[in-house]
């Protein structure tokens, strides 16, 4: 797991129509359950932690969630040993693979839809985040560091016919090799390595075979998004604009 450090086994399990996507906790007593909710998000420091009214609590679902989107699992039992979804290689790559190895079933029920019928925006501290209307799902992202190596970055990408497997479900999560000690002081970062994610150090990119797409941060951040809007918990008719915005922006964008 990226933040804990810890082994953990995930298992994605079919459901029935109408279940939507649980996380349930195997390690613990009873087998608690957690919504996919934006309601039940109850942190979003460096990743989207899911928690219910007894304190049990599920983080980095994100990644998980944005493949699960972009293969159009509506229903899934997510049965974890631990607190933490395991990182695989830091995308979403790997969980797509698993699904199409594992195949999808058509259910005999309506599939619901959230649509976008007026702008709904949220902006803090030089961020924003909004959706608008648009006949189909689309996102276009924006971002900007003060590091020569991950310059202004813009995308916009209309997410049918499988261009999210193709285009944004290999980008993988990054950092920055002066922020690592601090952030596993405060317990973070535990299991990262160049294995599954980007470190940037300085001007230079330290992964052995460099990146994935020459604009891997900001696909990433695509992937991101996609991942904690289907916490809304049906697929998104609309179009997404995220403008250096975050885990706790796109949350919040849903609460609104």
Known sequence: ALHSGKKVSLTLKPAKANTGIVFRRSDLPRMPEIKA?????????MCTTLGNDDGV???TVEHLMAALSGCHVDNAIVEVDGSEV????????????LIECAGVKELDESRSIIEVLKPVKIEAEGSLAELLPSNSFSVG????????AIPLQEIFITLVNGTFKKEIARARTFGFAHEV?????AGLALGGSLDNAVVVDGDKVLNAGGLRYEDEFVRHKVLDAVGDLYLSGAPIRGHYRGVRAGHELTNKLLQT
């Open 37 to 45: 909710s934006w309601e039940c998000v109850v942190g979003t420091r």
């Open 181 to 185: 000690e601090a952030l596993r002081a």
């Open 141 to 148: 992202f924006q971002i900007e560091f003060d590091n020569s």
């Open 57 to 59: 609590i599920i983080s």
């Open 86 to 97: 395991p990182v695989m290689d830091g995308s979403a790559q790997p969980f797509v693979f």
